[in-house]
């Protein structure tokens, strides 16, 4: 396999693996706009030269967009090998070359999330265990930051306080993004309009800056759902996805939406939404307040 580091000169002409080719896509376009702003700050795009999901990104950790400090270490965004490129031995080629290059960049080690088990869109933590990677610090909604130190002593790498609880005051759905991964900038969308259109109550925040990201409430940055104030999950849905999660929250008892409402009447949730019904009433045709609620 050949492989070949994306850079700002080469980058309009290069796929990045993760979406579709079409640079006039949303998907592809708010990607290579996020990746050109990050290349001066010491990014690293390794790929396949073929098509595909076979690549690396990295960067110093001073700079990477994670509410983690890990001062001296190099910081894996996503290391993703997936459908016929698995099982040749790529992920161990990339992750060979971030190694080689960050040792050569005088790092201390390498640093990454993952969790107990495998969730979507986080490293494989059996290949991390594999590769010589050990936890060195853990959120309590079970996302864990591992590390590889290149040398012994030293501070380890750890979540910041902001993220060690993640937690958001504010009822019904937020979402926590940014534009580093692809597919938000097609499904972000859409989850607001599924929202709007069913009286979901929901709240998108694009964290646009270092500093934003570096102080969010979670220590997955790219995508983190809440839901009354709780992480829910970091797995990007498609409107199928969001509204079987919603109705599940909403089945929790008869109000609405479980918490959301908390005590409040169908009256004042209407109130609240200018006067909508849309797909709350039609779930709660008795609770309508133009029918004495």
Known sequence: MEYIRVTKENLESEHICCAISNN??????????????????????????????????????????????????????????????????????????????SRNKGKMGLCILSSAKKLPFLADPKYLRHKGFTVCDEADNGIQLWYLPFSEGGELPKFRECAKKPRVNEAGYVLYYTSQCPYNGKYVPQLEQTAKEHCIPFKAIRLETRDEARNAPTPVTTYSLFFNGRYVTNEQMNEAKFLKLAE????????????????????????????????????N?????????
């Open 24 to 101: 006039r896509d949303i998907q592809v376009s708010s990607k290579k706009a996020w990746l050109k702003d990050r290349f001066d700050e010491g990014l690293v795009f390794l790929k396949s030269t073929e098509r595909g999901k076979c690549f690396i990104e990295y960067i110093p950790a001073e700079n990477a967009w994670v509410p983690v400090d890990a001062d001296g270490y190099m910081y894996i965004d996503c290391l993703w090998v997936s459908g016929s490129f698995k099982g040749h031995g790529y992920s161990n080629d990339l992750l060979g070359e971030c190694v080689k290059d």
């Open 285 to 293: 045709p008795e609770k309508d307040p133009r029918n004495g609620d």
């Open 248 to 283: 599940k929250h909403r089945s929790m008892d008869d109000t609405g939406y479980g918490e959301y409402f908390m005590g409040r009447t169908a009256g004042d949730i209407m109130k609240e939404y200018g006067g909508q019904h849309g797909e709350w009433v039609r779930l």
